[in-house]
């Protein structure tokens, strides 16, 4: 929810703004048919956005542009131009004066809303608010419990706090994911089509699940893998990261153009094995063909055996390096994947969540060292 600031001398397109903003949107709204009123308003206690028209008496919308521009508090606040006057020329007049945007009316209220979530996403994803932190989890063996430790850690991240954390399931393979967490996706990202999907598509593929974690879930059928392209996995995660503080990838079993741009927009890759042989050599080759982002990497032995195959000191030996954290055997995630509720909501105090917890501290503290 944000503030918006609207101001309009048309009474009825006010009403209107409330409607769609405050009842559809969720936001709180301040309204204004006087724009000196307006103007003095958002230069007094500035909005999250202010959303303004042009033709209005004594001054116009421009006019309050320039002059929120040229006071430190507004001079960054996004600001929507929304009007009759709908030409090219009346586009590019709102932008040059400073406005964000400019909208003709009269404006489909999903549009306008998408707009509005997309200036707020750009404000937030500016690099001085700090963006959120897209973290990939991957292994190029399956089976060795990635989506689960997704699952658990978008909870522990989250700390109860609801729309923090999104998740993305870049698996084609049958939506997993959205099968931890019992997530009924209207939509995936089998609709995105277009390599610069809008951003009201973006949100319509966003499935918000009761703990207040969203999921962009992976398709039921298998047929769509090749929708997710490079450039539509960072359309997705620039969408997500501008609106989440912290954005987990549960990324395919492969390095293809898509699972590369899910990296190279990563602040740390989970790279995750089970002391199982073919889980090491699964690892060892992707530190190999990854050895470019090894500062990026962070290594996660999760025990998925009750009685693992191979001892950790084994595993150590043959990566060369010991893992980052180290996640127990934890018999009642079976249990929890059958009832679709990740472990981390029903059971903090099982050893599995205390140690993603330490997990969790550790990858802080090096997001932290890295300077981000
Ligand atoms: N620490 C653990 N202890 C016990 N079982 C675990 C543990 N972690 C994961 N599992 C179990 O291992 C199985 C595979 O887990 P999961 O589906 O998360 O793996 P994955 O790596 O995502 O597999 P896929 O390759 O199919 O995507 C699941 O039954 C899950 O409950
Ligand atoms: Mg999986």
Do not use: C
Request: hydrophobic fraction near 50%.
């Amino acid at each position: 929810m944000a503030r918006i600031l609207v101001i309009d001398d048309n009474a009825d397109l006010l009403d209107m703004m409330r409607l769609i903003l405050a009842q559809r949107g969720g936001h709180q709204v301040v309204l204004s048919a006087d724009p000196a009123d307006g103007l003095s308003k958002a230069l007094a206690d500035p909005p999250d956005l202010a959303i303004i028209d042009v033709m209005m008496p004594g001054i116009t919308g421009y006019d309050i542009v320039r002059r929120l521009r040229e006071q430190p508090q507004t001079a960054e606040m996004p600001i929507l131009i929304l009007t009759a006057r709908g030409q090219p020329i009346d586009r590019e007049t709102a932008l040059q004066v400073g406005a964000d945007e400019h909208m003709a009316k009269p404006v489909m209220p999903a549009d306008l809303l998408a707009k509005v979530d997309e200036l707020l996403a750009r404000r937030r994803g500016a690099p001085e608010e700090g963006a959120g932190r897209v973290l990939t989890l991957l292994s190029l063996r399956g089976g060795v419990g990635v989506s689960t430790l997704v699952a658990n850690l978008a909870v522990v991240l989250a700390g109860g706090e609801p729309d923090v954390v999104a998740l993305f399931d870049m698996n084609p393979a049958s939506g997993q994911l959205a099968l931890h967490l019992r997530v009924k996706a209207e939509r995936t990202w089998a609709s995105l089509r277009d390599t610069s999907p809008d951003p009201a598509l973006l949100e319509q593929i966003t499935t918000r699940h009761a703990s207040g974690i969203h999921i962009v879930a992976a398709p039921f059928s298998p047929l769509y893998a090749d929708r997710l392209t490079g450039p539509t996995v960072e359309a997705v995660l620039a969408f997500l990261r501008g609106r989440f503080e912290a954005v987990l990838v549960d990324a395919p079993p492969l390095l293809n153009e898509a699972a590369m741009a899910a990296l190279n927009a990563s602040d740390l890759i989970f790279l995750v094995l089970s002391p199982e042989v073919g889980a090491v050599q699964a690892a060892l080759a992707a530190l190999h063909a990854l050895r470019e982002v090894r500062e990026r990497l962070f290594l996660v032995l999760n025990q998925v055996q009750e009685r693992p195959p191979l001892p950790a000191a084994a595993v150590e030996r043959a990566l060369k390096r010991s893992p980052d954290a180290l996640l127990p055997f934890e018999p009642a995630h079976r249990t929890a994947l059958a009832r679709g509720i990740p472990l981390a909501l029903e059971q903090p105090q099982s050893p599995y969540v205390q140690a993603l917890h330490k997990m969790a501290v550790t990858a802080i503290e090096r997001l932290a060292a890295s300077g981000g």
